[in-house]
T-cell receptor
Framework: NAGVMQNPRHLVRRRGQEARLRCSPM?????VYWYRQLPEEGLKFMVY????????ESGMPKERFSAEFPKEGPSILRIQQVVRGDSAAYFC?????????????FGEGSRLTVL | QKEVEQNSGPLSVPEGAIASLNCTYS??????FFWYRQYSGKSPELIMS????GDKEDGRFTAQLNKASQYVSLLIRDSQPSDSATYLC???????????FGKGTLLTVNP
């Protein structure tokens, strides 16, 4: 009974490169959320997606960041031209369709280090 | 700016004692409140939710909510070393997916 799966768990990129983080939600879940945890900071909401739709991207930086959740395959968080300030843990969470309990099931995160 | 304030800790308690974790929030639109536990290097895990003023008990955990004071707390009775983790307070800010997390309180339970 797999939980939320994220990969890679650790990613190192040099400034200017691209980072792609993948998230497969729990079986039966069709809602995906991305949160970012900067060092010494709390988790911050980035984006909420359903299959093929971005529902709320109010927490996403306006430039260089994008997210998708295609009909088939995992959700992808893409960071173009990474900078040192992008170094953080990126957590994906999922919930079942129609659920509004606030119970989000988190993956173990992808830790991005930008050199 | 929606803010959630928690003591960063570390909060150290002996095994068997009561651990008290506190949280204040600024967004009066929050209607639901969640406590997540995060072990070092691991994912946050929901342990308690509370929606109404008062107390809510679940096993060794009790959540307390006072919306007028914009205050929510988590009590852990009979603390165990396995409770050692960072506890994150998360009001929903009017949306159950856009949680506003505090920085968390690091709890250490000493055997």
């Amino acid at each position: 009974n797999a939980g939320v799966m994220q990969n890679p768990r650790h990613l190192v990129r040099r400034r200017g490169q691209e980072a792609r983080l993948r998230c497969s939600p729990m079986k039966g879940h069709s809602h995906v959320y991305w949160y970012r945890q900067l060092p010494e900071e709390g988790l911050k909401f980035m984006v909420y997606l359903q299959k093929e739709n971005i529902i709320d991207e109010s927490g996403m930086p306006k430039e260089r960041f994008s997210a998708e959740f295609p009909k088939e395959g995992p959700s992808i968080l893409r960071i173009q031209q990474v900078v040192r300030g992008d170094s953080a843990a990126y957590f994906c969470a999922s919930s079942p369709a129609g659920a509004n309990t606030g119970e989000l099931f988190f993956g173990e995160g992808s830790r991005l280090t930008v050199l | 700016q929606k803010e959630v304030e928690q003591n960063s800790g570390p909060l150290s308690v002996p095994e068997g004692a009561i651990a008290s974790l506190n949280c204040t929030y600024s967004d009066r639109g929050s209607q639901s409140f969640f406590w997540y536990r995060q072990y070092s290097g691991k994912s946050p895990e929901l342990i308690m939710s509370i929606y109404s003023n008062g107390d809510k008990e679940d096993g060794r955990f009790t959540a307390q909510l006072n919306k007028a004071s914009q205050y929510v707390s988590l009590l852990i009775r009979d603390s165990q070393p396995s409770d050692s983790a960072t506890y994150l307070c998360a009001p929903n800010g009017g949306s159950n997916y856009k949680l506003t997390f505090g920085k968390g309180t690091l709890l250490t339970v000493n055997p």
